[in-house]
């Protein structure tokens, strides 16, 4: 039986002299503990001696070859401002990409300034106005000017669209939408989608009242998706936006489902900006909803299991994931139509994808390799945008246990989904990945595989 560690005051003991009575009293070399977490001897010695700053990667790491749980991370120093604003950017010193107006609705733009560069946008532009009874009319191209290039005229429509389209079909053409979501860059299934919120909502407002809920809560799915969507395209305020109104539309109807799962995505945008107790309290939160089906307390139960992971608490995420673990199989055979379904495909072992993403944060890494290898191999070819999401954070977990040339193979192999499906929430673990092998950057491997990991993290080009 293992002695009681002596207490500290965390007040007053820094990293390095804690990191040094804990390895001494587990009577490993620094050779040895470098071994172990797969950190330089060099550097640990550094961060001993309070010369670097320790992350929390490390401390958790260093807690799990120690057997100290909780006895570092709590000493890892807050980043400076500058520090913090460094870690967004290219680990290879190259200047950002394009960014994402928030006032746009997460429509890409384009910051070149060349004026030639403008007026070849301006002629390609293309308006569409839309009304609320579902007429308006579309121009193209755009003007430079007063004058219209080669102009082909406006087209307009006037009548509204009525029972144009039966719900049936605009429901069937959703899920089409929802399949492509999972495969495409935001940017070819954003425009695809608004048009279609746009024609369920004209729909609805004309509608029978046995048609009316059900296309309103249609209007509540694709205005979530329009969320999910710009949320990947690296708009969070935009995503909360459409999030809100998806919850707006929902609660018309008197369907609460969408509230709760509202507050698991916003869990997702706080576990991303890496705070981990707005993570928790939102999953929580959504948890304990009442009337809540099986499904939005097993993503629920995923999501807090996530912000526990990354707040470091080990037994509070295994308890999480338990409860993940407990509806899973209602889950499977949940009873909500395909266009109300709220979430991500059961086609994946999520729970399990989970556990192992968890594993990474608490500094399991055996754990989580294991984890993911075996799951990220299960995931479906029409699921490039999940397989891109574990594959890279299974290509971090090896990465961080030094599997270096093994991590860079996996990368290598995923990259090609990584760029068509251009997540801004990939990218982040894509960040990490880079920065982690780059401790390597003389292995041949690492070199190799540089030059494509800086187009990707650039995310797409635009205009």
């Known amino acids: 039986m293992k002695p009681p560690r002596p207490e500290r005051d965390v007040r007053t003991t820094s990293f390095g002299a804690e990191l040094r009575r804990l390895r001494l009293a587990s009577g490993l070399s620094l050779t040895e503990l470098a071994d172990r977490v797969h950190y330089s001897k060099g550097y640990l010695s550094k961060v001993e001696r309070d010369d670097k700053p320790p992350s929390v990667a490390l401390a958790r790491r260093c807690e799990t070859a120690l057997d100290a749980s909780d006895a570092l991370t709590p000493l890892v120093p807050a980043p400076s401002p500058a520090r913090a604003g460094r870690r967004s950017a290219d680990p290879f010193g190259y200047p950002a990409g394009p960014t994402v107006a928030a006032d746009t609705g997460g429509v890409p733009t384009s910051d070149h300034d060349d004026p030639h560069h403008r007026v070849h946008a301006a002629e390609s532009d293309w308006v569409i106005r839309l009304r609320a009874d579902g007429s308006g009319h579309f121009l193209a191209p755009g003007r430079l000017g007063s004058e219209f ?64 809920r059900h296309l309103v809560l249609l209007a509540s799915r694709v205005a979530e998706m329009v969320g999910w969507m710009t949320q990947e395209a690296g708009d969070d305020r935009a995503a909360l936006w459409w999030t809100d109104h998806a919850v707006d539309l929902a609660l018309s109807t008197g369907d609460r489902e969408l509230s709760a799962y509202a507050l698991v995505r916003r869990g997702l945008m706080a576990l991303y900006r890496g705070n981990a107790a707005q993570t928790i309290q939102l999953a929580q939160r959504a948890y304990h909803s009442s009337g809540m089906s099986p499904r939005i307390r097993w993503l629920a139960a995923q999501r ?149 990991l800086v187009v990707a993290l650039r995310g797409p080009s635009y205009g």
């Open 149 to 212: 290039l080669d102009d082909p005229g406006m087209l307009g429509w006037s009548s509204p669209v009525a029972h144009a389209a039966a719900p049936a079909d605009l429901s069937a053409l959703f899920a089409g939408i929802r399949k492509l979501a999972r495969a495409a860059n935001p940017s070819v299934v954003l425009p695809i989608a608004l048009a279609h919120l746009h024609t369920v909502r004209a729909t609805a407002s004309t509608a029978a009242d046995r048609d009316r």
């Open 304 to 452: 807090e299991a996530q912000g526990q992971a990354l707040a470091g608490d080990r037994s509070s995420c295994l308890r999480a994931l338990d409860r993940a673990f407990a509806v899973a199989d209602q889950v499977s055979v949940d009873a909500a139509p395909c266009e109300q379904a709220l979430g991500p495909s059961t086609s994946i072992n999520l729970t399990d994808l989970v556990a192992g993403w968890c594993m990474y944060d608490l500094g399991a890494l055996d754990e989580a390799t294991k984890l993911l290898d075996r799951e990220v191999a299960r995931i479906p070819d029409t699921s490039p945008r999940a397989r891109a999401r574990f594959a890279v954070r299974r290509a971090l977990a090896h990465a961080a246990a030094g599997n270096v040339e093994h991590s860079c193979a996996i990368i290598d192999d995923v990259l090609a989904d990584v760029m068509r499906v251009s997540s801004a929430t990939i990218r982040t673990d894509l960040h990490a990945f880079a920065r982690t092998i780059n401790r390597w950057h003389a292995r041949e491997p690492v070199s190799a595989i540089q030059h494509r």
